[in-house]
């Protein structure tokens, strides 16, 4: 049997996702009142439109309004682990400005003092940077309000409304307010809801914005999405939601556009002509851990595909934008979902992957199986691991197979981005001892940040041996400044008004347009035998054959 | 392997070059193999497979470790004066080189009246990224030539054939370098990059300043100086103080700027200190917000230096006041800035500690704002980072230099 390559098999299988199914996922053509809104979305003015003229050649040249942050959900996990603990980071590095406050809101009992007190110990465990600065805290401990809220109740956001309105006098927040959701998926509804109900969701011409941050998951599938979308647009204008996914806050995320965008050298060979396939992976070695019941409702596919995976496609794919501000950004990105065969029962069963780990042993430990994890059925069908196969049908990509696939429980903490060039035409060497592999530009987002490019070079000496070299680039070989975390990123955007890094409404419901029928197609037809995959392997052998059936391999990462 | 011998020419340099590297290679390649074995051991043999990997590390000579390749990113080329001025920016490039892994030539000399000759030694640097995880590494390396007699007054003959062509060179001058002079001409045109530290140079510095101003206008020269990089906190906590878009206005109404110096003895007595980064404040401040000069600066019977700016239609009174504190000489102690709009006075003032900056905002003598937050100090390593990576013109910086010359020129037009 002749050796496997990663490359080397035409592009003629492409297309194998069937086109059908499309009429049924598309969002509906937006009104002329949704065009208006876009229309002055785009044009609407800065929030600061006189720049402060010391700022230029600093790290920001533009710095948040005064503000209140708003964060609901503020006694949980993520508020704890990831929100304030950015918040607090942007505070001590004088990123936010002094008219700031940090207004708390959730159901449990605190007063402003035990909050803080509470927020302290948080950030002992959860911020990046230790010891916490006392001098920095004790400013920013004064900037918290704590409101007890129950979200369903009226007057607890009458006076909500009523604490924002005395910060302004108190604070100089002026009317400038980011409503943080971190709360459950299913209370965002009802927030919106009560928001718009007080008023909160007006903007005032003498300085007053109001937006609304969203966590992720947007909605569990096509129809629950487009519910969400729908609820949320009954009292926010888009221009006002900012639909965070934290992946794309990371640098080297956000590196990928400077890189694809800001050298010209790659753009030319970017397209069908000269790639043979794209692999994106996105491996974890951690298990469920506590969230076994999150898990059994979501899976890798709701987890993982819908969002991450397909946002680096999106970025890998998109044509360049006309502008990089945010509704040119995602109007691209929307573009390549857009094109996206869309699953049907028969492409899903043939080109889409889904396992469950079982037990085995990652990183010298010995693990369970996700059956036997907390809270998880012992019986469960959720998978744990998804690989697909899809294209992009428009005249860049057209034939090129992208191949994705994310999992919890693989040998390591990866996530890359791979772009496998064409073999060369006529192979000159043939004295050489090996064939030398394609070219391959990876991307490493986690860990280690960085590009690789594989090419091959001629082995030093009399004969004319090729072997496949690496040239190699490391972000910390070449930048002293520390990466800042994806939230600290994004909420300081979120407070700039900056939006690009956000998911817009459309682009949500035409990711899940591509995901939604492979869960439903998973749900008319019996699942695998589960476990599948042991711990520690790369994933279920069906994975494997997806690529070898082409003639083509996964990565070793 | 050992350590190299001493090289007394260019030529003996290159070839310990090419040997150091040779090496390097066959140790790579043993490395590869254990790594070979270690992929194709089952799980239960993978132990004994990283031991033999461990092993053959071992075998390599640069440090111990694995190097799987030579890297540069520029020519740094260091004209460091004495020996012990030498070793320490020997140490600086060792402690900077992972982040930019650089052919370094650090240049000293000694007896100058003696025999012509020169001494090199070749080091390559290993640069770990993640110590003891097994990943591979990159090296560098560092030529370190002292000097003798004639030779040292013609070290651009040296330099030249030691460059990795095709990539960028920063010349570091840390001490007081020698503007105008022979052999300042011989190096600067060798130079993409200039990087000084104004803060450290003899008596006040301002000569100096002005000469390194004057040479950056005319030849377009990219300057690095450490006194405007170790700047960069003040200016965002200046900058801060504009923000709130009420006190914005202010910035077009300023009346004076007073920056606060720790003098070497009371008074400034003798006007030794080095004043370069109390000027530097106000050349910054002055190019930012479009103000030129009436008067220079000059000093003063109490120790102060005094200038007049204009701004729009009024004047600034800029002071260059010596204070006591327990910083080094010729730190800055506090920058204030008095604004006065529509019979509203506003005074920014901005002071800085090791590892933070205190920002406070009166209004109308009632205190706005008092803020402090985490912006450490810069320690060398970083300064040579950052002085690296700028390597294309900075505006910012560009119009500081200028007005800083401005600041300097006397009424006649000559320079101090």
Redesign the interface.
């Given at each position: 049997m002749a050796a496997q390559k990663e490359g080397g098999a035409s592009g003629s299988r492409a297309n194998r996702i069937a086109a059908t199914g499309r009429a049924a996922a598309t969002p509906p053509a937006r009104t002329a009142k949704q065009y208006r809104e876009a229309a002055a979305s785009r044009h609407r003015a800065k929030p600061?439109s006189?720049p402060?003229?010391?700022?230029?050649?600093?790290?920001l040249e533009r710095?948040p309004?005064?503000g209140a942050f708003v964060l609901f959900g503020a006694t949980g996990d993520l508020a704890h682990r990831k929100v304030i603990p950015a918040i607090y980071q942007l505070?001590?590095?004088?990123l936010l400005?002094?008219?700031f406050s940090l207004v708390a809101v959730a159901r449990r009992p605190y007063t402003n003092e035990s909050f803080a007190a509470e927020i302290r110990t948080s950030l002992e465990k959860y911020s990046r940077?230790q010891p916490i600065?006392e001098?920095?805290w004790s400013?920013l401990a004064k900037r918290i309000v704590y409101q007890q809220l129950d979200f369903g109740d009226d007057a607890g956001f009458d006076r909500l409304c009523q604490k924002l309105d005395e910060l302004d006098t108190t604070c100089?927040t002026n009317g400038n307010r980011l409503f943080y959701l971190a709360t459950q998926p299913s209370q965002v509804t009802e927030i919106v809801r009560q928001i718009g109900r007080v008023g909160l969701d007006h903007e005032t011409r003498g300085?007053g914005w109001r937006r609304v941050v969203i966590e992720k998951p947007f909605g569990r599938d096509f129809e629950s999405a487009r519910h969400l979308n729908h609820e949320v647009s009954k009292v926010l204008r888009e221009s006002q939601v900012y639909r965070i996914d934290h992946y794309l806050g990371k640098e080297t995320v956000r590196n990928l556009l400077v890189f694809r965008f800001g050298n010209g050298i790659f753009e030319p060979v970017w397209n069908r002509s000269f790639i043979d396939h794209v692999q994106i992976t996105v491996a974890e070695s951690l298990g469920v851990e506590s969230r076994g019941a999150f898990y059994e409702e979501t899976g890798a596919s709701r987890d993982i595909l819908q969002n991450h995976l397909l946002q680096l496609m999106t970025l890998v794919a998109m044509e360049p934008p006309t502008s990089f501000h945010a509704d040119a950004l995602r109007d691209e990105k929307v573009q390549v979902l857009r094109a996206i065969s869309t699953p049907n029962l028969e492409s899903v069963r043939s080109n889409v992957i889904r396992g469950q780990y079982g037990s085995g042993?990652v990183e010298g430990e010995p693990t369970a199986g996700y059956r036997q994890e907390p809270e998880v059925d012992p019986e469960s069908e959720t998978e744990t691991y998804v690989a697909g196969f899809f294209s992009i049908d428009d005249w860049r990509w057209s034939g090129v197979p992208f191949y994705l696939r994310a999992g919890k429980r693989l040998p390591k903490r990866a996530t890359e981005i791979a772009i496998q060039f064409k073999d060369v035409p006529l192979r000159l060497f043939r004295e050489s001892s090996g064939d030398p592999a394609p070219n391959v530009l990876a991307m490493r987002i986690q860990p280690?940040e960085g590009i690789m490019l594989r090419f091959a070079a001629k082995v030093p000496g009399l004969g004319l041996d090729v072997r496949t070299v690496n040239m190699?680039f490391?972000y910390?070989?070449?930048?002293?400044v520390d990466s800042p975390d994806a939230y600290e990123t994004l909420i300081l955007d979120a407070l700039l008004g900056d939006a690009s890094l956000f998911t817009r409404a459309d682009e949500v419901e035409a990711a899940w347009s591509v995901v939604t029928p492979i869960i439903d197609a998973w749900a008319d037809m019996p699942a695998p035998d589960f476990p599948n995959y042991a711990s520690g392997s790369w994933g279920p052998e069906a994975a494997d054959e997806l690529l070898e059936r082409d003639g083509r391999r996964w990565r070793r990462i | 392997m050992g350590p190299l011998p001493v090289a007394h020419s260019v030529a003996e340099i290159e070839g310990q070059l090419g040997t150091l590297w040779a090496h390097a290679a066959v140790a790579r390649a043993d490395a590869a193999k254990a790594e070979a074995v270690l992929m194709a051991a089952q799980?239960e043999a993978a132990a004994r497979a990283a031991a033999a990997l461990a092993a053959a590390r071992d075998t390599s000579d640069i440090g111990g470790h694995h190097v799987?390749?030579r890297?540069s990113?520029l020519n740094l080329v260091v004209v460091a004066g004495d020996e012990p001025a030498a070793r320490h920016c020997a140490e600086t490039i060792a402690a900077t080189a992972?982040?930019?892994?650089s052919r370094s030539l650090i240049l000293s000399e000694v007896d100058e009246r003696g025999p012509a000759g020169l001494e090199a030694r070749v080091e390559a640097l290993s640069?770990s990224?993640a110590p003891d995880d097994g990943?591979p590494e990159?090296g560098a390396e560092t030529i370190s030539v002292t000097a003798h007699g004639e030779t040292g007054r013609h070290l651009a003959s040296i330099i030249v054939p030691l460059l990795v062509h095709d990539l960028p060179v920063a010349l570091w001058w840390p001490s007081d370098p020698p503007f105008g002079s022979h052999r300042s001409e011989r190096l600067l045109p060798l130079a993409d990059l200039l990087i000084v530290d104004g803060s450290s140079w003899s008596g006040d510095g301002l000569d100096r300043l002005a000469q390194l101003a004057a040479l950056a206008g005319e030849r377009r020269m990219v300057v690095a100086d450490w006194a405007l990089l170790r700047q960069?906190r003040w200016?965002?906590?200046?900058?801060?103080v504009?923000?709130?878009?009420d006190l914005?206005p202010h910035?077009g109404a300023v009346r004076r700027i007073q920056v606060e110096y720790s003098a070497a003895e009371p008074g400034d007595s003798s006007g030794q200190t080095n004043v370069v980064r109390p000027l530097s404040h106000v050349a910054w401040?002055a190019s930012?917000?479009?103000m030129t000069v009436v008067e220079p600066i000059q000093r003063n019977d109490d120790g102060s230096r005094t200038a007049t700016l204009r701004q729009a239609d009024h004047a600034v009174e800029v002071v260059l006041s010596p204070g006591q504190s327990k910083l080094g000489a010729g730190s800055t102690i506090r920058v204030e800035i008095t604004s006065q709009l529509r019979g509203a006075v506003v005074v920014g003032s901005v002071a800085a500690g090791d590892r933070?900056?205190e920002v406070s905002i009166q209004h109308n003598g009632r205190e706005r704002?008092r803020?402090?937050?985490?912006?450490p100090r810069l320690t060398e390593v970083?300064l040579l980072?950052?002085a690296i990576?700028g390597s294309s013109p900075?505006?910012?910086?560009v119009d500081a230099l200028a007005m800083g010359l401005a600041l300097l020129r006397s009424p006649s037009g000559g320079v101090r």
């Amino acid at each position: 049997m002749a050796a496997q390559k990663e490359g080397g098999a035409s592009g003629s299988r492409a297309n194998r996702i069937a086109a059908t199914g499309r009429a049924a996922a598309t969002p509906p053509a937006r009104t002329a009142k949704q065009y208006r809104e876009a229309a002055a979305s785009r044009h609407r003015a800065k929030p600061d439109s006189d720049p402060n003229p010391l700022r230029q050649g600093l790290r920001l040249e533009r710095v948040p309004d005064p503000g209140a942050f708003v964060l609901f959900g503020a006694t949980g996990d993520l508020a704890h682990r990831k929100v304030i603990p950015a918040i607090y980071q942007l505070w001590r590095t004088n990123l936010l400005p002094a008219e700031f406050s940090l207004v708390a809101v959730a159901r449990r009992p605190y007063t402003n003092e035990s909050f803080a007190a509470e927020i302290r110990t948080s950030l002992e465990k959860y911020s990046r940077v230790q010891p916490i600065d006392e001098a920095s805290w004790s400013e920013l401990a004064k900037r918290i309000v704590y409101q007890q809220l129950d979200f369903g109740d009226d007057a607890g956001f009458d006076r909500l409304c009523q604490k924002l309105d005395e910060l302004d006098t108190t604070c100089g927040t002026n009317g400038n307010r980011l409503f943080y959701l971190a709360t459950q998926p299913s209370q965002v509804t009802e927030i919106v809801r009560q928001i718009g109900r007080v008023g909160l969701d007006h903007e005032t011409r003498g300085g007053g914005w109001r937006r609304v941050v969203i966590e992720k998951p947007f909605g569990r599938d096509f129809e629950s999405a487009r519910h969400l979308n729908h609820e949320v647009s009954k009292v926010l204008r888009e221009s006002q939601v900012y639909r965070i996914d934290h992946y794309l806050g990371k640098e080297t995320v956000r590196n990928l556009l400077v890189f694809r965008f800001g050298n010209g050298i790659f753009e030319p060979v970017w397209n069908r002509s000269f790639i043979d396939h794209v692999q994106i992976t996105v491996a974890e070695s951690l298990g469920v851990e506590s969230r076994g019941a999150f898990y059994e409702e979501t899976g890798a596919s709701r987890d993982i595909l819908q969002n991450h995976l397909l946002q680096l496609m999106t970025l890998v794919a998109m044509e360049p934008p006309t502008s990089f501000h945010a509704d040119a950004l995602r109007d691209e990105k929307v573009q390549v979902l857009r094109a996206i065969s869309t699953p049907n029962l028969e492409s899903v069963r043939s080109n889409v992957i889904r396992g469950q780990y079982g037990s085995g042993w990652v990183e010298g430990e010995p693990t369970a199986g996700y059956r036997q994890e907390p809270e998880v059925d012992p019986e469960s069908e959720t998978e744990t691991y998804v690989a697909g196969f899809f294209s992009i049908d428009d005249w860049r990509w057209s034939g090129v197979p992208f191949y994705l696939r994310a999992g919890k429980r693989l040998p390591k903490r990866a996530t890359e981005i791979a772009i496998q060039f064409k073999d060369v035409p006529l192979r000159l060497f043939r004295e050489s001892s090996g064939d030398p592999a394609p070219n391959v530009l990876a991307m490493r987002i986690q860990p280690d940040e960085g590009i690789m490019l594989r090419f091959a070079a001629k082995v030093p000496g009399l004969g004319l041996d090729v072997r496949t070299v690496n040239m190699d680039f490391a972000y910390d070989t070449s930048f002293v400044v520390d990466s800042p975390d994806a939230y600290e990123t994004l909420i300081l955007d979120a407070l700039l008004g900056d939006a690009s890094l956000f998911t817009r409404a459309d682009e949500v419901e035409a990711a899940w347009s591509v995901v939604t029928p492979i869960i439903d197609a998973w749900a008319d037809m019996p699942a695998p035998d589960f476990p599948n995959y042991a711990s520690g392997s790369w994933g279920p052998e069906a994975a494997d054959e997806l690529l070898e059936r082409d003639g083509r391999r996964w990565r070793r990462i | 392997m050992g350590p190299l011998p001493v090289a007394h020419s260019v030529a003996e340099i290159e070839g310990q070059l090419g040997t150091l590297w040779a090496h390097a290679a066959v140790a790579r390649a043993d490395a590869a193999k254990a790594e070979a074995v270690l992929m194709a051991a089952q799980a239960e043999a993978a132990a004994r497979a990283a031991a033999a990997l461990a092993a053959a590390r071992d075998t390599s000579d640069i440090g111990g470790h694995h190097v799987a390749a030579r890297t540069s990113v520029l020519n740094l080329v260091v004209v460091a004066g004495d020996e012990p001025a030498a070793r320490h920016c020997a140490e600086t490039i060792a402690a900077t080189a992972g982040h930019h892994p650089s052919r370094s030539l650090i240049l000293s000399e000694v007896d100058e009246r003696g025999p012509a000759g020169l001494e090199a030694r070749v080091e390559a640097l290993s640069l770990s990224l993640a110590p003891d995880d097994g990943r591979p590494e990159t090296g560098a390396e560092t030529i370190s030539v002292t000097a003798h007699g004639e030779t040292g007054r013609h070290l651009a003959s040296i330099i030249v054939p030691l460059l990795v062509h095709d990539l960028p060179v920063a010349l570091w001058w840390p001490s007081d370098p020698p503007f105008g002079s022979h052999r300042s001409e011989r190096l600067l045109p060798l130079a993409d990059l200039l990087i000084v530290d104004g803060s450290s140079w003899s008596g006040d510095g301002l000569d100096r300043l002005a000469q390194l101003a004057a040479l950056a206008g005319e030849r377009r020269m990219v300057v690095a100086d450490w006194a405007l990089l170790r700047q960069a906190r003040w200016r965002e906590a200046l900058a801060s103080v504009y923000d709130p878009p009420d006190l914005r206005p202010h910035l077009g109404a300023v009346r004076r700027i007073q920056v606060e110096y720790s003098a070497a003895e009371p008074g400034d007595s003798s006007g030794q200190t080095n004043v370069v980064r109390p000027l530097s404040h106000v050349a910054w401040l002055a190019s930012r917000l479009g103000m030129t000069v009436v008067e220079p600066i000059q000093r003063n019977d109490d120790g102060s230096r005094t200038a007049t700016l204009r701004q729009a239609d009024h004047a600034v009174e800029v002071v260059l006041s010596p204070g006591q504190s327990k910083l080094g000489a010729g730190s800055t102690i506090r920058v204030e800035i008095t604004s006065q709009l529509r019979g509203a006075v506003v005074v920014g003032s901005v002071a800085a500690g090791d590892r933070t900056v205190e920002v406070s905002i009166q209004h109308n003598g009632r205190e706005r704002v008092r803020r402090s937050f985490a912006a450490p100090r810069l320690t060398e390593v970083e300064l040579l980072g950052r002085a690296i990576e700028g390597s294309s013109p900075d505006p910012v910086a560009v119009d500081a230099l200028a007005m800083g010359l401005a600041l300097l020129r006397s009424p006649s037009g000559g320079v101090r």
